[in-house]
């Protein structure tokens, strides 16, 4: 099969996926996994080289695991042992400018794309840190994921400091985006990045006693969430290039 791209995107089903190429040229397979690739051969210069693709489609159009299935054991093994190394070499305000650095560049991607782009759901492959069920989102559910989380991990934070574990154990499967969330949700964002920066302004340390456990990494202190956001936030900053990658923004 070979695909006629010139002057059009063009649309096909692959693997039970609407993916859609969008340069001119002509496509011929092998495809990569899960329809993420394929080769492009220039009509003017017979180069072949990688074509980045394009995957639409909503929840019930791809096989992914229940949210909060986790990550695989041994990767699960591996964070660890690298976050517990980065929680005892990294001060507060490096942890908060890693945060920040991540958010403000997953703010300034979405900030290029229209409301049209933002709201896409595009499937990027699974990599190191992310559940297979969190590879299906849109720019604005990667941000509404964030400002879940952020706003979950502060409140244990401020609980921490005042000598009260929070109630309750945290479940993965709970963080889960809307796939019709909309463009507020960047004030939203905004407003508790600006509420960590008043928080931590007051408090050179978080490192407390009382321990509050997360389901990946055990019991964390104030300074341990705090880390946790700011590699959580890395985390998805790699997804929202990818996402915008695959759409062809960049």
């Known amino acids: 099969m070979a695909v006629d791209l010139l002057n059009r995107s063009t649309w096909i089903k692959y693997d039970g996926v609407d993916v859609r190429f969008m340069r001119?040229?002509?496509?011929?397979?092998?495809f990569c996994k899960g329809?993420?690739?394929g080769f492009f051969k220039n009509d003017h210069n017979n180069v072949r080289m990688p074509l980045p693709v394009q995957i639409f489609a909503d929840d019930s159009m791809v096989d992914l695991q229940e949210p909060g299935a986790?990550?695989?054991e041994l990767e699960r093994v591996f964070l660890n042992a690298m976050f517990r190394c980065g929680t005892a070499v990294l001060s507060?305000?490096?942890?908060?400018?890693?945060?920040n650095s991540?958010?403000?560049t997953i703010l300034e991607i979405v900030a290029d794309t229209d409301i049209n782009r933002a709201s896409q759901q595009v499937l990027v492959p699974r990599f190191i840190g992310m559940e297979d069920s969190s590879r299906n989102w849109s720019l604005l559910m990667v941000v509404e994921h964030l400002r879940m989380v952020d706003r979950e991990i502060l409140s244990a934070i401020r609980m921490l400091l005042q000598g009260h574990a929070p109630l309750g154990d945290v479940s993965i499967a709970d963080y889960k985006p809307d796939p019709d969330v909309g463009w507020d949700v960047i004030d939203q964002f905004e407003r508790l990045i600006d509420?960590?920066?008043?928080?931590?302004?007051t408090r050179p340390s978080l490192r407390t006693q009382l321990r509050y456990r997360h389901p990946w990494f055990g019991p964390l202190d104030g300074h341990g969430w705090l880390c946790l956001a700011a590699m959580h936030h890395r985390i998805h900053r790699k997804?929202?290039?990818k996402i915008i990658a695959l759409m062809g923004v960049i």
Request: net charge neutral.
């Open 70 to 72: 986790g990550l695989p």
């Open 35 to 37: 329809g993420l690739g």
């Open 102 to 104: 991540a958010a403000n």
């Open 195 to 201: 509420e960590y920066q008043d928080f931590m302004s």
């Open 239 to 241: 997804q929202a290039k």
């Open 24 to 30: 001119g040229g002509v496509l011929s397979p092998p």
């Open 92 to 99: 507060a305000n490096k942890a908060l400018q890693i945060f």
